[in-house]
């Protein structure tokens, strides 16, 4: 069974490192972490100015900049291995990019903002009935949350 943990913050500071000393800021019981496997950062953001999608630019549309539809991001580490997954798409309201995530991801705990929780609670329910009722994938996720009131960091 694969084991998904979240951890939300009502607010992140986000510096240029993921570490996993949010699981300890947080206060996050032993128990409910343990070893989770991997661990790592999502979050929902608009593009910036500079950013390129290589599919519009394929199709000859306009493909540098912010187009008002915001982009999903996840990135996952694992102790003396560094990176081990990384995804982005953009969001929708079929939840597409996050059950696709969800999907993928390893076994981990996953810090988040509040404000994104609900939709990935949203798309890990989705994703859940899904295997429940397909015959061919058996697999159950096993869904943890932990909430925090305060600021935690991806460093």
Not at 51 to 75: L, Q, S, T
Not at 110 to 133: G, K, P, Q, T
């Amino acid at each position: 069974m694969k084991r998904i943990i979240a951890v939300t913050g009502t607010s992140i500071k986000e510096t240029k490192i993921i570490s996993w000393q949010f699981m300890f800021d947080s206060n996050l019981p032993v128990e409910l972490g343990g070893d989770p496997g991997a661990w790592g950062y999502l979050a929902l953001k608009s593009k910036d100015d500079n950013y390129f999608d290589p599919w519009k630019w394929a199709k000859g549309e306009e493909c540098i900049g912010d187009d008002g539809v915001p982009r999903w991001e996840i990135f996952l580490f694992r102790g003396g291995e560094g990176q081990i997954y990384t995804a982005s798409g953009n969001d929708s309201e079929n939840n597409h990019v996050l059950k696709k995530m969800i999907r993928n991801i390893p076994n981990c705990c996953i810090l988040m903002h509040r404000a994104c929780f609900d939709r990935f609670n949203l798309a890990y329910e989705e994703v859940s009935y899904e295997l429940e009722r397909s015959e061919k994938d058996k697999e159950k996720i096993e869904f943890l949350v932990h909430h925090y009131d305060g600021e935690l960091s991806t460093d």
